[in-house]
């Protein structure tokens, strides 16, 4: 630089500034900050905004999953009973067609009924159901077990001495209790 502008820069850097020239410097100041404060305000509004539709889309989302979870359990609930009533229309088929002979014998009738009681018994299997059937002396087991009765028995207590009626598990949930006797303590 030159000797002048050097001496007029510091001639400018020395001078006092004016009232004027230092209220429109913070009036710049201040227009400056207002106007980064307003773009601030703009972009939290556009930000706002945003999570504001996220927000709605989730929350529709949800709610078209709640809707169709349930439309699901119906339909489950719905077919697994068709299911179980399709296993036993055979069964209902072979006890029509027993008692619509008229002349059957004894012996007829009675493998007629075996033969259709096989075909419940598989049915009943196919859809998970299973016998509580337990056998003399097994430990008595509250949650499978009724005990109807205690009696005085040669076994040791708190087993089974008889089945009065066989229990069903359905998916390994009771269904019915087998109805049992069981030995006394001694």
Do not use: C, W
């Amino acid at each position: 630089m030159s000797a002048p502008q050097d001496l007029q820069s510091e001639a400018a850097q020395a001078a006092p500034i004016s009232p004027e020239e230092a209220q429109a410097a913070a009036e710049a100041t201040q227009a400056d900050a207002a106007a980064a404060q307003v773009n601030e305000i703009e972009s939290l509004k556009a930000q706002n905004a945003e999570l504001a539709e996220q927000f709605l889309r989730a929350k529709a989302e949800v709610e078209n999953i709640r809707r169709r979870s349930e439309d699901e359990i119906a339909k489950s609930r719905k077919f697994a009973v068709e299911g179980f009533a399709e296993s036993l229309l055979p069964v209902l088929d072979s006890l029509e067609a027993g008692l619509s002979i008229q002349e059957a014998t004894v012996q007829q009738i009675r493998e007629g009924s075996q033969a259709t009681l096989k075909q419940l018994l598989s049915a009943l299997n196919r859809n998970k159901v299973v016998a509580i059937a337990p056998a003399a002396g097994e430990k008595f087991d509250p949650h499978q077990h009724q005990a109807i009765s205690m009696v005085p028995a040669e076994q040791e207590a708190n087993t089974v001495v008889t089945v009065l009626q066989k229990g069903y598990l359905i998916a390994d949930r009771v269904l019915r209790p087998a109805l049992v006797t069981v030995a006394a303590p001694k």
